[in-house]
């Protein structure tokens, strides 16, 4: 999650308390349905649920350095299955709403070219969180699975 959120922000590890507030304002005023480029508040709500995560990350540790070493997770396959379709769900997201910009978010077909592009995007990522959600209940990873089934599932209404 540290890693996903730092990079919707443009941020690293070696980033500051006042880099995050930086761009958050910058992303809040591009984001915002009211007053930024897009009309859906879906990428809003994606910035204040990373920004809100980041914040409290940086309360607590006063870095944003992850201190578990990299070796260890790269031994959880299903952290890596997940780390995966995390990135790919954060690229086709970001992909589609940078392709449809200042247009309204429709998410019938016909009047929306571009969601069936996003959803053939999504499904991999689909496919993974279902794996681990059904085949690993016992994972850490399977709740955040679940509930990004359920985020992405707006995709498909």
């Not at 930024?36 to 204040?48: I, K, N, P, R, T």
Request: glycine content about 2%; proline content about 3%.
């Amino acid at each position: 999650m540290l890693e996903e959120a730092l990079a919707f922000f443009q941020l690293n590890e070696s980033s500051s308390e006042l880099d995050l507030k930086n761009q958050y304002q910058r992303l809040a005023k591009r984001y915002h349905p009211d007053a930024g480029e897009y009309d859906s508040a879906v990428m809003f709500l994606e910035l204040q649920r990373h920004y809100e995560f980041l914040k409290e990350w940086w309360n607590t540790q006063q870095s944003f350095v992850w201190l578990e070493k990299k070796s260890s997770k790269a031994k959880d396959p299903i952290f890596e299955m997940y780390k995966l379709a995390k990135e790919k769900e954060t690229i086709a997201i970001l992909q589609y709403f940078e392709k449809n910009k200042n247009t309204p978010l429709v998410l019938e077909d016909d009047k929306n070219k571009g969601i069936e592009s996003l959803r053939k995007a999504l499904e991999p990522v689909r496919e993974i969180y279902r794996e681990i959600t059904f085949k690993y209940p016992n994972s850490i990873w399977a709740k955040d699975s679940e509930e990004s089934l359920q985020r992405i599932s707006v995709w498909w209404k």
